[in-house]
Nanobody, 117 residues
Framework: QVQLVESGGGLVQAGGSLRLSCAAS????????MGWYRQAPGKQRELVAT???????NYADSVKGRFTISRDNAKMTVTLQMNSLKPEDTAVYYCNVKRIPGVYNYWGQGTQVTVSS
């Protein structure tokens, strides 16, 4: 069984920073992508950023230049550094790990990020 545990969410004013971390445990194998998705109230879940085992990154256009994703393959952790936060970044952020291709797809419980004006 795979478990993903997120931490680092909270309340911050616009322009501030937060760092989200996700620790994975269990039987994770092969090439995979770890990353973050978010869901705001009344909206669909959307990609924020992902990073593969080999280090390839993918960012949503809305966060490019502001967010940075990184991972530690030995510890199986993924971190999202969020700078210059905007109110529209407010959402529940979910950690994800996905086999490439397919096979498995795991989610954390989510952590709330709230950015005030």
């Amino acid at each position: 069984q795979v478990q993903l545990v997120e931490s680092g969410g909270g309340l911050v004013q616009a322009g501030g920073s937060l760092r989200l971390s996700c620790a994975a445990s269990g039987s994770i194998f092969g090439a995979n992508a770890m990353g973050w998705y978010r869901q705001a109230p009344g909206k669909q879940r959307e990609l924020v950023a992902t990073i593969t085992t080999s280090g390839r990154t993918n960012y949503a256009d809305s966060v490019k230049g502001r967010f940075t994703i990184s991972r530690d393959n030995a510890k199986m952790t993924v971190t999202l550094q969020m700078n210059s936060l905007k109110p529209e970044d407010t959402a529940v952020y979910y950690c994800n790990v996905k086999r490439i291709p397919g096979v498995y797809n795991y989610w954390g419980q989510g952590t709330q990020v709230t950015v005030s004006s």
